[in-house]
């Protein structure tokens, strides 16, 4: 039985700066616009500002998918496993998230609202990220730390 080699599992190691860039180019533009035009509804209409909101959305998942699902420099079974558990983590907050927040609207009697599909990718996107480092981070501690 061959074993599979997942050491080149996900996008090139380039992709992390290209996600880094999906990420800042669009919150910067998001500032520098709002600084310049302070209402930006008023001068862009409702309609264009609902549009730019929705390419900012798939800028930032697009950036996030690539900086949680590319290589790392030094990629094994480990990394592939700690990835793995970040996903897992973030994928069971997300259900958690769908399931309290609309509990929360009927025992507090508020309005939360529903997480729009594009947000909950976002936040599972970065958790995911968040866990994964994490988890690295307390790995390799372990590893320093042992005799």
Avoid: W
């Avoid at 947000?119 to 480092?133: D, G, P």
């Amino acid at each position: 039985m061959q074993q599979t080699d997942y050491s080149q599992l996900g996008f090139p190691r380039y992709f992390i700066k290209i996600g880094i860039a999906l990420i800042i180019l669009p919150l910067l533009f998001m500032g520098v616009t709002k600084g310049m035009y302070g209402n930006v509804t008023e001068e862009f209409g409702a309609r264009n500002v609902e549009i730019m909101k929705v390419f900012f959305n798939i800028f930032i998942i697009i950036g996030l998918a690539f900086l949680a699902f590319s290589r790392r420099k030094h990629q094994d079974e480990s990394i592939i496993r700690i990835r793995m558990a970040g996903l897992f983590g973030s994928f069971i907050a997300g259900i958690i998230i769908v399931i309290i927040s609309p509990l929360a609207d009927i025992i507090f009697g508020t309005e939360i609202g529903k997480y729009e599909s594009e947000h909950l990718i976002i936040l599972m996107l970065a958790l995911n990220i968040v866990f994964s480092n994490s988890t690295k981070q307390q790995v390799e501690k372990k590893i320093v730390t042992c005799p």
